[in-house]
């Protein structure tokens, strides 16, 4: 039987990747030392590895494909098939962002201010990418870790570090002065085995389910019932991805409604509607919305 090598992101993406995997249909279960997850796909043989080395493997054919940041992808310069992006992060669904980052107190208040100063990130090729583009020269290091505590100890100038939301960085007294680079969750696959068919389409279906998943992610669905007379009412106050399903019931003169909404809307909208005339509502999850 063909098998499909897939590396799985270990570190900060573990949890919410065997998240979304779930949802997706695939339940895998890694024990508390292994690199070698269980998945409920005889196709599928996953592995864990970190994402700043997973775009490495998979160019180097160790892996067929992986899930991995744009960011590690570009900074490994590894030639790798970017399959498609999965938008979503340990907090949330929202890109990451590499900042540069001094403390509150710096007089430096720009980039250009960084002038003959040290800077210390994990993303050392892009950040040496983003100061040679404004030419201003800088010593960039390799930080093994604790990058945060370095600028606060004052071993470097400022920082280049990961954030999804800004707020570790406040926490320990830094400012944001600028942004590196953006990236998203990728899958990325080996340029031979992609030319292979039944990978390809193996990869393409994984990839399809996942981004379902992610789009169900703060969606979910609205059933109801609504006497004819009322329905213009209840649609006009009713979001929707498109039309709402609307079909009529065995009770003459009702219809049922079904739609698909965000949830953060659901509490500000089902007592609209209620006041419209919309009865037996209900409120279900979503696993997976496929385009």
């Known amino acids: 039987m063909m098998k499909l090598k897939l590396g799985l992101p270990k570190g900060s993406l573990q949890e919410a990747t065997i998240r979304m995997f779930k949802k997706a249909g695939f ?10 997850p269980f998945i ?16 490495r493997y998979v160019a180097d054919g160790a892996l067929d494909c992986g899930i991995t940041g744009n960011d ?4 490994s310069g590894k030639d790798v098939v970017k399959v498609c992006e999965l938008i979503y992060g340990k907090q949330g669904l929202r890109p990451v962002r590499w900042v540069l980052a001094v403390p509150n107190d710096s007089k430096i208040k720009k980039s250009e201010d960084l002038k003959g100063k040290r800077i210390a990130t994990e993303l050392v090729n892009a950040t040496k990418s983003y100061f040679k583009k404004k030419k201003i020269d800088v010593d960039v290091e390799f930080s093994w870790g604790a990058t945060e505590a370095k600028v606060g100890a004052g071993l470097v100038d400022a920082i280049v570090e990961l954030t999804e939301t800004g707020a570790s960085l406040k926490a320990n007294n830094l400012r944001i002065i600028d942004t590196i680079c953006e990236s998203n969750t990728l899958i990325v696959a080996n340029k031979d ?6 990978k390809r389409e193996k990869i393409e279906s ?13 969606k979910v669905g609205l059933k109801m019932n609504v006497e004819e007379k009322n329905l213009a009412k209840v649609i006009k106050a009713l979001p929707a991805m498109k039309k709402p399903t ?10 049922a409604i079904e739609t698909i909404v965000d949830e953060r809307i659901v509490r500000k909208i089902i007592p609209q509607l209620k006041a ?14 496929i385009a």
């Open 276 to 289: 419209q005339g919309a009865q037996g509502i209900i409120e279900y999850p979503l696993n997976k919305v």
């Open 206 to 218: 994984i990839a399809l389910l996942l981004k379902g998943a992610i789009s169900a992610e703060e």
């Open 40 to 55: 409920d796909d005889e196709e599928i043989t996953p592995f864990l590895l970190r994402a700043q080395e997973m775009a």
């Open 246 to 255: 609307i079909s009529k019931l065995s009770q003459k003169g009702w219809c």
């Open 72 to 75: 590690w992808t570009i900074e």
């Open 27 to 36: 339940n895998i279960s890694i024990g508390s030392r292994s690199y070698f």
């Open 193 to 198: 085995e992609w030319n292979n068919k039944w």
